[in-house]
Nanobody, 126 residues
Framework: QVRLVESGGGSVQAGGSLRLSCVAS????????MAWFRQAPGKEREGVAA????????IYSDSVTGHFIISRDNAKNSVYLQMNSLKPEDTAVYYC???????????????????WGQGTQVTVSN
């Protein structure tokens, strides 16, 4: 059974930083493409960042390029999202997702990702 568990969310003031973590189990983590998505109230779930198993290919959405960093530690079955210079518009539930890497995992489309965590809330205030 695949399980993805996110942690690290919370409340922070604008300009602050948070680091999200996701621990995976029940899948061959070191051969899976991993991604972070987010969903703000009343909005569609959107892709934020994704990376290949060896981290040789990393993708960011335009909205977070330059202030979020995705990384992974295959020895710990973990993927991370370092979020810097946070803005109120970054407020959302953040989800970790896993992909087999066959097909367009780098298009950051939620429909392409079969495995999801339960999400962690990030709230950024002025």
């Amino acid at each position: 059974q695949v399980r993805l568990v996110e942690s690290g969310g919370g409340s922070v003031q604008a300009g602050g930083s948070l680091r999200l973590s996701c621990v995976a189990s029940g899948l061959p983590f070191n051969s899976r493409c991993m991604a972070w998505f987010r969903q703000a109230p009343g909005k569609e779930r959107e892709g934020v960042a994704a990376l290949s198993p060896s981290s040789s290919r990393i993708i960011y959405s335009d909205s977070v390029t330059g202030h979020f960093i995705i990384s992974r530690d295959n020895a710990k079955n973990s993927v991370y999202l370092q979020m810097n210079s946070l803005k109120p518009e970054d407020t959302a539930v953040y989800y970790c997702a896993a992909h087999t890497c066959y097909g367009r995992w780098d298009a950051l489309r939620k429909e392409d990702y079969p495995f999801w965590g339960q999400g962690t809330q990030v709230t950024v205030s002025n």
